[in-house]
Nanobody, 120 residues
Framework: QVQLVESGGGLVQAGGSLRLSCAAS????????MAWFRQAPGKERDFVAI???????LYADSVKGRFTISRDNAKNTVYLQMNSLKPEDTAVYYC??????????????WGQGTQVTVSL
């Protein structure tokens, strides 16, 4: 059984930072892609960032330059460092593991989500 467990969400003021973590258990994802998506109330789930096994990354335009995705294959963990947060970053953030791509249908495994709230 594969499990992805996110942590690190919370409430932060605009301009602040948060670091999300996603720990995977049950199998190794060293050869696959891991990604972060987010879903704001009343909106669809959107791609945020992705990283492959070699460290190649891709970001949504809305977070480029502010967010950084990284992974530690030895720990089966992926991180999302979020800086210069804006109220529009408020959403539930989901970790996912699967094949490279920005479409959520590329991903086989999902975490339960962690809430990020950015206040003015």
């Amino acid at each position: 059984q594969v499990q992805l467990v996110e942590s690190g969400g919370g409430l932060v003021q605009a301009g602040g930072s948060l670091r999300l973590s996603c720990a995977a258990s049950g199998r190794t994802f060293s050869s696959g892609a891991m990604a972060w998506f987010r879903q704001a109330p009343g909106k669809e789930r959107d791609f945020v960032a992705i990283i492959n096994w070699s460290g190649h990354t891709l970001y949504a335009d809305s977070v480029k330059g502010r967010f950084t995705i990284s992974r530690d294959n030895a720990k089966n963990t992926v991180y999302l460092q979020m800086n210069s947060l804006k109220p529009e970053d408020t959403a539930v953030y989901y970790c996912a593991a699967g094949a490279w791509g920005t479409n959520d249908q590329n991903y086989y495994y999902w975490g339960q989500g962690t809430q990020v709230t950015v206040s003015l």
